[in-house]
């Protein structure tokens, strides 16, 4: 699948998603769901900003001496007896273990719920081997593969924008003659998939932290598919962003604590596992481990305003306060990072050319850094994003250039500005309709503006704009009348 | 396959970022404050008791009490109850401890074991064809209901997760506040050489998913219920 998710403009994108209405009120009630989940979860613990502080000092001193870390995981992932492939593009990933499979003649294959393989279309690769069966085994992951490779709209419920129904002529096709309780899908689900597990001869598996000082990799899931993803197959692949990293396993347990919480409103996921190599004595766990470490693009950001994006966690809990994606959906973004972490991210690793639509999906609202647990500050990035495309690549369009040109001079010569109070009421005349007042349409000065051209439009498609006030009844008439009564009665007049 | 773009991929990232590399020794990571080792530290033992059985009781865990004496009658009634026709132990020097020696040789039905030789696939397979697993774990964490349990040759990884349904044996000396003080644990004795293991599993309760129509379902590939049997005399 790569970054992308589609071809289609982004506009279209956000028409379609805005017809999803199923979409809409499942996200809706996702959202409203887990604020109450995550703010209770936050609140049972306590010094909630003191933890955030805590996770973002263990995620930026991390990113600050990122080669360091990455070097000693290395190490330690060796010692062990594994083996680190550094990537820096995703087709260097995808061919180091495709060539791994070939060799080992790999036939079947597990994965566990990875934004990172799907980042570098792992799965679609694998499949052009001759004969190779690959499984996604996480229930959500199972459901989209079944459907055809459905994309995923959520990074931590991808299969929010699918109903029981549905869901349910999904498994049918796999021989399911059940009703659509999602208890006896899910029973469905485990059946099918323990066939898959017992028989995988490889693992593939994301990693949500590797820690430095052991070399151990930690995976957080509430399914124990990834569990038994590491436990079964005799060789185990981890493909790992390059800044997954955590100093030791204390900082895991602090950051695995934080993510819980904020993605799901859980204490702890049902599965935390911190794992490596086997060693000897054992008789489960991978004989043979890969860790692909890869780049692909994350050094765009390192040494540049958008450093602490690489901070993220991947809760998803900016996603869930957000409201554009409340209205638009994972899949409005056309990236496999929608919200505003991917509005941020997806222009860094894909280009502002594919993504440059996204950092202005925002209403600049700032409940993301609000709610981001290490404290990446999301809204300001998205704005430093518009900054570095307007100002710096002039990627503005030539009409909007034009007309922000003829506002800048209206606003910057006395005389033209004050001509327009005088005939911006008169001027909006034929644009407005009468409308009663409502707690929607204040400020009301005569009617409002149902419709207007241009770069306006985009307003008054959603909302009513409201109608400019005769000069005589403007704000700056009003502080000067104001002004003269005080005057007056500081004089005793 | 060994990585030859180690240095250059390195390199790279500090060239990118600005900073030379090989600064972490004079920089180590010193946390800013201490929440995570005080956060519930001040806790009795009958406090964090009570908050374990709380806070196990709310992931939808069977939390259930047993002194030495009571541990294997209790055992029975559960086996009975699940109507088990197969039984996975670990082969643990714990079970004998916990005085469940004669208990192991007239249970019924008559327990398998996870043996240190006993194989991959012949383990693995008795995993997958136990109705119930009991294992022994390491620490009960009272804030979250969190067992924690290493893997030994004795107790794989598997034995955890392929079992229908699973058992947890944990004494109560052995019940902490909360994640950080099982990790402390677990982070010295690897440090110190004292435990070779290549897995700690923290286990939140039986496995779950909210994945279709955010409807909780529990039991989804581990086991589909979960108890934990404090022992009160250990």
């Not at chain 2, 309760?205 to 909780?216: A, H, T, Y």
Request: proline share 5%; with cysteine; hydrophobic share 35%.
């Amino acid at each position: 699948m790569g970054i992308s998710t589609t071809t289609t403009p982004f506009l279209t994108r956000v028409k379609e998603s805005e017809k999803d209405k199923f979409m809409q009120q499942a996200v809706a009630k996702a959202q409203d769901a887990q604020w109450d989940k995550r703010e209770a979860s936050r609140k049972e613990l306590g010094h909630w900003q003191d933890w955030r502080k805590l996770g973002e000092q263990i995620r930026q001193h991390v990113i600050h001496y990122l080669p360091d870390y990455l070097e000693e995981f290395a190490d330690n992932v060796e010692k062990r007896g594994g083996h680190v492939f550094f990537a820096q593009k995703d087709t260097d990933a995808v061919e180091y273990i495709t060539k791994l499979a070939k060799e080992k003649q790999v036939q079947r294959v597990v994965k566990s719920k990875s934004m990172v393989t799907t980042e570098i279309n792992l799965d679609k690769e694998l499949l052009k081997i001759p004969g190779m069966k690959l499984m996604e085994t996480d229930l959500a992951e199972f459901i989209l593969q079944s459907d055809n490779w459905d994309e995923p709209t959520h990074i931590v419920f991808p299969t929010l924008h699918k109903n029981r129904d549905q869901i349910q002529k999904v498994f049918e096709k796999l021989g399911y003659d059940g009703d659509n309780d999602p208890t006896h899908m899910a029973r469905f689900a485990r059946e099918y998939l323990r066939r898959y597990f017992l028989q995988a001869d490889m693992g593939i598996t994301g990693c949500n932290f590797a820690i430095a000082d052991s070399g151990l990799i930690n995976l957080v899931t509430n399914e124990g598919n990834a569990d038994l993803t590491m436990a079964i197959p005799k060789t185990q692949v981890v493909v790992m962003g390059m800044e997954r990293l955590v100093p030791s396993l204390k900082e895991a347990e602090v950051l695995d604590n934080m993510l819980a919480r904020s993605a799901v409103g859980q204490k702890l996921t049902s599965y935390c596992s911190f794992s490596g190599e086997q060693v000897t004595g054992e008789s489960d766990g991978p004989e043979d481990l890969h860790v692909i470490i890869l780049d692909n693009g994350r050094s765009k950001a390192l040494g540049t305003p958008f450093e602490s994006i690489l901070q993220c966690i991947r809760c998803g809990a900016c996603l869930n306060v957000c409201p554009v994606y409340r209205h638009i959906g994972g899949h409005g973004y056309g990236s496999i990072y929608p919200g505003p972490l991917g509005a941020v991210l997806s222009p860094i690793l894909g280009g502002y050319d594919q993504f440059g639509d996204l950092p202005f999906a925002s209403s600049l609202c700032g409940a993301c850094t609000e709610t981001c647990p290490v404290r990446i500050p999301l809204h300001r990035l998205l704005i430093k994003h518009r900054e570095v495309m307007m100002d710096k690549l002039k990627m503005d369009k030539p009409t909007t250039r034009e007309i922000m040109k003829t506002v800048g001079l209206g606003t910057g010569t006395p005389n033209l500005f004050q001509m327009a109070l005088e005939f911006d009421h008169m001027a909006t005349r034929m644009f407005v309709s009468k409308k009663p007042t409502t707690v929607q349409n204040l400020y009301n000065h005569e009617g409002h503006i149902t419709w207007a051209p241009s770069i306006a439009k985009g307003w008054t498609d959603v909302r009513d704009a409201p109608r400019p006030p005769k000069h005589t009844e403007n704000f700056r008439r009003w502080f000067q009348n104001f002004e003269e009564s005080k005057e007056a009665v500081r004089h005793g007049k | 396959m060994a990585s030859d773009n180690r240095e250059e991929f390195l390199n790279n990232i500090a060239e990118k970022a600005g900073r030379p590399r090989h600064q972490l020794a004079e920089h180590p990571f010193i946390p800013l404050n201490d929440l995570p080792e005080t956060t519930l530290a001040d806790k009795t033992p009958a406090a964090l008791f009570d908050l374990a059985k709380q806070n196990s009781q709310s992931i939808h865990v069977t939390f259930q009490t047993a002194d030495t004496a009571g541990l294997a009658d209790l055992l029975n009634q559960d086996i009975q109850e699940k109507e088990a026709k197969s039984l996975l132990l670990p082969t643990d020097d714990r079970l004998a401890e916990y005085g469940l020696t004669n208990w192991m040789a007239g249970v019924t039905p008559s327990p398998t074991y996870w043996e240190p030789t006993g194989g991959r696939e012949e383990n693995i397979q008795r995993a997958q064809n136990a109705d119930v697993a009991v294992g022994c774990v390491d620490f009960l964490c009272a804030e979250s209901g969190t067992i924690t349990v290493a893997t030994t040759p004795g107790q794989g990884r598997s034995f955890h997760f392929l079992p229908t349904h699973y058992i947890a044996l944990v004494p109560k000396s052995r019940i902490v506040p909360r994640s950080r003080q099982a990790m402390d644990w677990y982070d010295e004795e690897i440090k110190a050489g004292r435990l070779h293991t290549s897995n700690i599993n923290f286990i939140t309760g039986p496995s779950n998913s909210g994945d279709i129509e955010m409807v909780l379902v529990v039991g989804v590939h581990g086991p589909i219920d979960m108890s934990y049997i404090v022992i009160t005399d250990q």
